[in-house]
């Protein structure tokens, strides 16, 4: 429930990993995010895309009308592949940062910090970078469902 006493069960979330080694058949971390998701939610779809810019932004345009959340697990790293931050940045119409410094704060230890987890937002659309540690899903998530609410409330109030 969120601060104005509303709860939008009718939101569509796309559940994406970012990899160019895992299949839907062998993504936990996806998996374990589309699990907790159906917990409080009805709406929920996974798919998997290569670690590659145009795949990503690609998976987002083509499903931008069809979802009201995009959580893309996988390749917010720091290698030469880990382009999903980056990706959405230089589309994304505003991005909040503060996500991502909660997120790496409630992770604890030091690699966190390493983790170019963010949130954006993209024509009304609510899109999270997430790292794909399947460790990482449990603490996104008790994030994600405590302020998704209240940024959908936010995002469409006008």
Avoid at 43 to 58: A, R
């Amino acid at each position: 429930m969120n601060h104005h006493g509303e709860r939008h069960y009718n939101l569509r979330f796309i559940v994406v990993t970012v990899s160019s080694t895992r299949t839907k058949e062998t993504d936990v971390s996806g998996k374990s995010m589309v699990n907790m998701l159906s917990k409080d939610y009805k709406n929920i779809c996974f798919d998997i895309v290569k670690d590659d810019e145009i795949e990503i932004l690609s998976s987002l345009f083509k499903n931008i009308n069809d979802y009201d959340v995009f959580i893309f697990i996988g390749g917010t790293g720091i290698s030469s592949k880990d382009t999903t931050s980056l990706s959405i940045r230089k589309i994304a119409d505003r991005e909040v940062i503060g996500f991502g410094e909660l997120f790496r704060n409630r992770s604890g230890g030091v690699f966190p910090y390493i983790s170019d987890a963010s949130l954006f937002i993209y024509k009304k659309r609510i899109i999270f970078t997430l790292p794909g540690s399947e460790d990482a899903q449990p603490v996104a998530y008790e994030i994600i469902k405590n302020i998704i609410d209240h940024l959908y409330y936010e995002l469409n109030k006008e």
